[in-house]
């Protein structure tokens, strides 16, 4: 089985600038995925951004990259040049390779503001 | 477009009353899940299915039951014997083969004991 840790419970940012969100997370499964999820007001859970375990390379997708560090069970979010329309719960998760459903867990969330 | 389909948006639900919660998708996606949020946390797995008539309790399954009668329609009941279920309910489904890729998740249904 997975935890997931997010313990950064609210951040605020200035629209424009750059934020980090922390996850740490642990498992005894030599391959797996992570993944953030973004949740805005509207409660649609929407796929940010995954990485594989075993591609040492950090995922990208627009303005959002990740900080993989296998070693080191971390996996943080970066969000460029941050847009009103990034305020919204984030939420890390980690999957197994193996049997879903339960081996799909969330982190807590980290509740993003972005300031004008 | 292909997607998940969650209704009704609000539920009310009056002590001692069971209560259906629709999840339908389009996505041909073998894997169903619901899960409930609660103000402030993250998910929590209720129950989950891979196949058709095949389904698996969760971490908080008690007082909840499902059935998968068809590949497309994961509908959730929740019943009296849940004691305090007000909270917001989420339905996602994956591929047997792309479910590496996350999870789809549904709009979501908001449900109030009144």
């Known amino acids: 089985a997975q935890t997931v840790t997010q313990s950064q419970p609210e951040m605020s940012v200035q629209e424009a600038e750059t934020v980090t969100l922390s996850c740490t997370y642990d498992?005894?499964?030599?391959?797996?995925?992570l993944f953030w999820y973004k949740q805005p007001p509207s409660r649609q859970m929407i796929l940010v951004i995954r990485?594989?375990?075993?591609?040492?390379q950090n995922a990208t997708e627009n303005r959002f990259s990740v900080n993989f560090q296998k070693a080191a069970k971390s996996f943080s979010l970066k969000i460029s040049d941050s847009q009103l329309g990034d305020t919204a719960m984030y939420f890390c998760?980690?999957?197994?390779?193996?049997?879903?459903?339960?081996?799909?867990?969330f982190g807590p969330g980290t509740r993003l503001s972005v300031l004008p | 477009d292909g997607g998940i389909t969650q209704s009704p948006k609000y539920l009310f639900r009056k002590e001692g009353q069971n209560v259906t919660l629709s999840c339908e998708q389009n996505?041909?996606?073998?894997?169903m899940y619901w899960y409930r949020q609660d103000p402030g946390q993250g998910l929590r797995l209720i129950y989950y299915?891979?196949?058709?008539?095949?389904?698996q309790k969760g971490d908080i399954a008690e007082g909840y039951s499902v059935s998968r009668e068809k590949k497309e329609s994961f509908p959730l009941t929740v019943t009296s014997a849940q004691k305090n279920p007000t909270a917001f309910y989420l339905c996602?489904?994956?591929?047997?083969?792309?479910?590496?890729?996350?999870?789809?998740f549904g709009s979501g249904t908001r449900l109030t004991v009144v």
């Open positions: 996602a489904s994956s591929g047997v083969v792309g479910f590496r890729n996350g999870y789809t």
């Open positions: 498992t005894s499964e030599n391959n797996y995925y």
């Open positions: 990485q594989e375990a075993y591609k040492q």
């Open positions: 998760a980690c999957q197994g390779s193996n049997n879903y459903g339960q081996n799909f867990v």
């Open positions: 996505l041909n996606h073998d894997a």
């Open positions: 299915s891979q196949i058709v008539n095949d389904f």
